[in-house]
């Protein structure tokens, strides 16, 4: 902890004009017990280079710079083993405040206590180093075209590669292909897919070890400390243990079954788009299945297993693409040959719209709008009926081939028993009994181990895969992190990832590629890769007070933790993405960082000054997640928003790290109300910590029952889900939060 403080207040940035600058010197002196301070005229620039000056001459551990917000600058010139916090005058006084005035003057002498108290608490982060040495090697599982790509930049940008595949042969599906839907300008003609040159560089490539025929049967340890077990596919020859730093798991798709109406299994001239690739790769005539008679005309049915919410609901992007593709193959038969393509929508995204405009120019290819209702034989052929066409009919056309456009699954682990998995677990965190919780965790862990259908076999206590969405692609959050997954070093990429053609698997592949590289190198340096990049902290669990209540391993959302036999948890540290909602979720308050806990944000709370009940003067606590619900709040203040000066400002890593015991103190010490501000989650935003505003939520019973317990309104707390986009929301919150606490009254327990 920072035994001695120092104390720098910027008097620049209309600083100086709306606050009583030497009354908050002779406070952090006085009551705050700084060791030294002084007034600067601005934190940046030179004046860094002069805090940093005066920190080592008074060999001060501690310092609080109170200027501007921290994320505004840089702060290299100070010394990384002294503990720096910033308070942002600028943007919460001179920004969003009325200068000169009392109220303004109470919210920045109250800064100055949170983060002189704050500071005193905390500790310079020491960067976690293992006992055995990380290795940087990288594993790479699967091996078409996005492992392939994924192996080959990982070799040539100077990483040793493992790649693993399950089959006999490279390539995947993409060498199985007879042409590629063209990739660049003008997008006209059908493309080699390159698929052959891609497989014989990697092959040759001296710093990548191909296994065929080969599964990953086991996988433990972290980042840096992967040991991975590889058998032969089918479980016979001897296993091979290697240690891996990093993954991409590249595993492709499979075709979905189509919908049982469209004769697919019944008549055998209907067939998958996958199949109808392979008739002609095989480069031999077109012949029907049925008698092997010339295929001159073939009837394109699109969404033949997709976009139905009774079969499967999702589009797969690039089915429409390649039927366009396959189109050109049976002109390619003869001048005479048809080509009919029956759609509801026909999607082409982006430059591909000049393949789409390409096709349609064909006499030969027919395309129209409509809803195929029925494919039987029909003297020797197959009709195929459509109603609901551009021309308002009913329309029927006899073809000697239907071929269905399957969407694409990811080969991942059975999304059925992860989903079955994940609802266990979710019932076990929402039970309202001891018995209930005990069901439903053992459902849950009985679900964890979904036998016969793993693809990683991670050896985690939460499960051998990849947590997954509805249908089956990993989860991972969408919208500022798309190659992570939930299992940190651990990079989907491809079509397990998100369905895409071959160009876009090569583009995910290099992401992914880079993304693991990132890692094993932070990794390297004890730093955190992702959301808190370069952030040295990992937590410490003070075991001796752990009562196996398994709360931080069963709500971790990456799968830090793992468990002894007595459900005592062990710390896979390099896992670890400092989101802190182990600490939040402990009801011992056991775990903590250097730089954060529960012990750390107590000493803020406590250190502001609440006003007795007779000045009408309350005090909020606003509990902030620095995600987006703070730079939200910096953003008001940027466009001189005016918040409300009786809310004190708190940030926290993720909602999901807020213990109780932080709302329990504030209402202890006279808080009149406190707010919970983090990230929206849900089908359109997610948390930066995937799970931690939604498990907020889900605590908030516990919120109510300690007031319940101390005969306080439940009206004193209120959660919000903010995104970045909401700061001007913010001020009418404030607002609105205040005139709640006035409508029920200041805490009882002011001055007690």
Same mark, same amino acid.
Request: glycine content about 8%; some cysteine.
């Given at each position: 902890?920072?035994?001695?403080?120092?104390?720098?207040?910027?008097?620049?940035?209309?600083?100086?004009?709306?606050?009583?600058?030497?009354?908050?010197?002779?406070?952090?002196?006085?009551?705050?017990?700084?060791?030294?301070? @002084?007034?600067?005229?601005?934190?940046?620039? !030179?004046?860094?280079?002069?805090?940093?000056?005066?920190?080592?001459?008074?060999?001060?551990?501690?310092?609080?710079? #109170?200027?501007?917000?921290?994320?505004?600058?840089?702060?290299?010139?100070?010394?990384?083993?002294?503990?720096?916090?910033?308070?942002?005058?600028?943007?919460?006084?001179?920004?969003?405040?009325?200068?000169?005035?009392?109220? =303004?003057?109470?919210?920045?002498?109250?800064?100055?206590?949170?983060?002189?108290?704050?500071?005193?608490?905390?500790?310079?982060?020491?960067?976690?180093?293992?006992?055995?040495?990380?290795?940087?090697?990288?594993?790479?599982?699967?091996?078409?075209?996005?492992?392939?790509?994924?192996?080959?930049? #990982?070799?040539?940008?100077?990483?040793?590669?493992?790649?693993?595949?399950?089959?006999?042969?490279?390539?995947?599906?993409? !060498?199985?292909?007879?042409?590629?839907?063209?990739?660049?300008?003008?997008?006209?003609?059908?493309?080699?897919?390159?698929?052959?040159?891609?497989?014989?560089?990697?092959?040759?490539?001296?710093?990548?070890?191909?296994?065929?025929?080969?599964?990953?049967?086991?996988?433990?340890?972290?980042?840096?400390?992967? %040991?991975?077990?590889?058998?032969?596919?089918?479980?016979?020859?001897?296993?091979?243990?290697?240690?891996?730093?990093?993954?991409?798991?590249?595993?492709?798709?499979?075709?979905?079954?189509? @919908?049982?109406?469209?004769?697919?299994?019944?008549?055998?001239?209907?067939?998958?788009?996958?199949?109808?690739?392979?008739?002609?790769?095989?480069?031999?005539?077109?012949?029907?299945?049925?008698?092997? &008679?010339?295929?001159?005309?073939?009837?394109?049915?699109?969404?033949?297993?997709? *976009?139905?919410? +009774?079969?499967?609901?999702?589009?797969?992007?690039?089915?429409?693409?390649?039927?366009?593709?396959?189109?050109?193959?049976?002109?390619?038969?003869?001048?005479?040959?048809?080509?009919?393509?029956?759609?509801? $929508?026909? @999607?082409?995204?982006?430059?591909?719209?000049?393949?789409?405009? *390409?096709?349609?120019?064909?006499?030969?290819?027919?395309?129209?709008?409509?809803?195929?209702?029925?494919?039987?034989? !029909?003297?020797?052929?197959?009709?195929?009926?459509?109603? %609901? =066409?551009?021309?308002?009919?009913?329309?029927?056309?006899?073809?000697?081939?239907?071929?269905?456009?399957?969407?694409?699954?990811?080969?991942?682990?059975?999304?059925?028993?992860?989903?079955?998995?994940?609802?266990?677990?979710?019932?076990?965190?929402?039970?309202? =009994? %001891?018995?209930?919780?005990?069901? #439903?965790?053992?459902?849950?862990?009985?679900?964890?181990?979904?036998?016969?259908?793993?693809?990683?076999?991670?050896?985690?206590?939460?499960?051998?895969?990849?947590?997954?969405?509805?249908?089956?692609?990993?989860?991972?959050?969408?919208? /500022?992190?798309?190659?992570?997954?939930?299992?940190?070093?651990?990079?989907?990429?491809?079509?397990?990832?998100?369905?895409?053609?071959? *160009?876009?698997?090569?583009?995910? #592949?290099?992401?992914?590629?880079?993304?693991?590289?990132?890692?094993?190198?932070?990794? +390297?340096?004890?730093?955190?890769?992702?959301?808190?990049?370069?952030?040295?902290?990992?937590?410490?669990? $003070?075991? &001796?007070?752990?009562?196996?209540?398994?709360?931080?391993?069963?709500?971790?959302?990456?799968?830090?933790?793992?468990?002894?036999?007595?459900?005592?948890?062990?710390?896979?540290?390099?896992?670890?993405?400092?989101?802190?909602?182990?600490?939040?979720? /402990?009801?011992?308050?056991?775990?903590?960082?250097?730089?954060?806990?529960?012990?750390?944000?107590?000493?803020?709370?406590?250190?502001?000054?609440?006003?007795?009940?007779?000045?009408?003067?309350?005090?909020?606590?606003?509990?902030?997640?620095?995600?987006?619900?703070?730079?939200?709040?910096?953003? !008001? =203040?940027?466009? *001189?928003?005016?918040?409300?000066?009786?809310?004190?400002?708190?940030?926290?890593?993720?909602?999901?790290?807020?213990?109780?015991?932080?709302?329990?103190?504030?209402?202890?010490?006279?808080?009149?109300?406190?707010?919970?501000?983090?990230?929206?989650?849900?089908?359109?935003?997610?948390?930066?910590?995937?799970?931690?505003?939604?498990?907020?939520?889900?605590?908030?019973?516990?919120?109510?029952?300690?007031?319940?317990?101390?005969?306080?309104?439940?009206?004193?707390?209120?959660?919000?889900?903010? &995104?970045?986009? %909401?700061?001007?929301?913010?001020?009418?919150?404030?607002?609105?939060?205040?005139?709640?606490?006035?409508?029920?009254?200041?805490?009882?327990?002011?001055?007690?």
């Amino acid at each position: 902890m920072a035994d001695k403080i120092g104390v720098f207040i910027c008097t620049g940035y209309g600083i100086a004009e709306a606050l009583d600058v030497p009354a908050l010197l002779e406070l952090a002196t006085g009551d705050c017990g700084a060791a030294y301070c @002084r007034t600067i005229d601005t934190c940046q620039g !030179a004046d860094l280079e002069t805090i940093a000056a005066d920190i080592a001459r008074e060999e001060l551990d501690g310092a609080v710079i #109170a200027g501007i917000s921290g994320r505004r600058y840089d702060d290299g010139p100070l010394p990384p083993d002294v503990v720096v916090e910033n308070v942002a005058l600028r943007e919460f006084i001179v920004w969003s405040q009325p200068p000169g005035e009392e109220d =303004t003057q109470m919210l920045a002498a109250d800064l100055i206590r949170m983060h002189v108290a704050k500071v005193g608490k905390m500790a310079c982060p020491e960067p976690f180093r293992p006992e055995e040495e990380l290795d940087r090697t990288l594993l790479v599982v699967g091996g078409g075209v996005t492992g392939l790509t994924a192996a080959l930049a #990982a070799a040539r940008t100077g990483y040793q590669v493992r790649l693993v595949e399950k089959s006999e042969d490279l390539g995947g599906w993409l !060498a199985r292909q007879h042409r590629s839907i063209p990739t660049g300008p003008p997008y006209r003609d059908l493309e080699d897919t390159g698929i052959a040159k891609l497989m014989a560089d990697v092959l040759e490539h001296p710093r990548i070890t191909v296994h065929t025929s080969t599964v990953t049967s086991h996988i433990s340890g972290a980042p840096g400390l992967f %040991d991975v077990t590889l058998r032969a596919e089918g479980g016979t020859g001897p296993e091979e243990v290697c240690r891996v730093g990093a993954m991409v798991q590249a595993t492709g798709w499979r075709p979905v079954d189509p @919908r049982p109406d469209l004769s697919y299994g019944q008549v055998p001239d209907v067939i998958l788009n996958t199949e109808f690739e392979d008739m002609v790769a095989g480069g031999g005539p077109l012949q029907r299945p049925s008698d092997g &008679q010339p295929v001159t005309s073939v009837a394109f049915i699109q969404c033949g297993g997709s *976009r139905d919410p +009774a079969h499967h609901s999702y589009c797969s992007s690039i089915c429409c693409l390649n039927s366009l593709k396959q189109a050109l193959y049976v002109r390619e038969v003869s001048d005479e040959a048809k080509a009919y393509i029956f759609y509801e $929508f026909i @999607r082409t995204p982006g430059q591909y719209e000049e393949f789409y405009r *390409r096709v349609q120019e064909d006499p030969g290819v027919f395309l129209t709008r409509g809803e195929v209702t029925d494919v039987a034989p !029909a003297a020797g052929r197959l009709a195929v009926s459509v109603k %609901d =066409t551009m021309l308002g009919e009913q329309v029927q056309v006899q073809v000697d081939l239907v071929v269905l456009a399957a969407g694409m699954a990811p080969n991942a682990a059975d999304g059925e028993a992860i989903r079955a998995f994940s609802d266990a677990k979710l019932a076990a965190e929402c039970a309202e =009994t %001891d018995t209930q919780r005990a069901e #439903a965790t053992a459902r849950a862990e009985h679900l964890a181990h979904h036998e016969g259908t793993e693809i990683l076999n991670l050896d985690y206590r939460q499960g051998p895969d990849l947590p997954s969405l509805e249908y089956g692609f990993p989860d991972s959050h969408f919208i /500022c992190f798309p190659y992570e997954s939930r299992r940190t070093g651990i990079y989907p990429a491809g079509c397990v990832r998100a369905p895409m053609d071959g *160009r876009g698997s090569r583009a995910d #592949a290099a992401g992914a590629a880079l993304k693991a590289i990132q890692c094993v190198e932070m990794t +390297a340096r004890g730093e955190a890769v992702h959301p808190r990049a370069g952030d040295r902290s990992y937590p410490d669990f $003070f075991l &001796q007070r752990c009562t196996q209540c398994k709360r931080c391993t069963e709500e971790c959302p990456f799968g830090v933790l793992n468990e002894d036999e007595k459900g005592t948890p062990l710390l896979q540290a390099t896992r670890c993405r400092r989101c802190g909602v182990c600490l939040g979720a /402990c009801p011992e308050r056991i775990v903590s960082f250097k730089d954060y806990s529960v012990e750390i944000l107590s000493s803020m709370i406590k250190a502001v000054e609440v006003p007795d009940e007779f000045e009408e003067k309350p005090r909020l606590l606003a509990l902030m997640c620095e995600n987006d619900a703070l730079p939200a709040l910096e953003l !008001a =203040t940027q466009h *001189r928003l005016q918040l409300n000066p009786y809310v004190r400002i708190v940030p926290v890593r993720c909602l999901g790290s807020v213990n109780v015991e932080w709302v329990n103190q504030a209402v202890s010490r006279g808080f009149d109300g406190v707010l919970l501000m983090g990230c929206t989650h849900g089908d359109d935003y997610q948390c930066h910590f995937i799970k931690g505003s939604e498990l907020a939520e889900q605590r908030g019973e516990n919120i109510k029952e300690k007031l319940d317990k101390m005969a306080m309104e439940n009206e004193r707390v209120e959660i919000h889900q903010v &995104q970045i986009r %909401d700061y001007e929301r913010l001020p009418a919150i404030f607002d609105a939060f205040a005139e709640t606490i006035e409508e029920i009254g200041m805490n009882p327990f002011k001055g007690m």
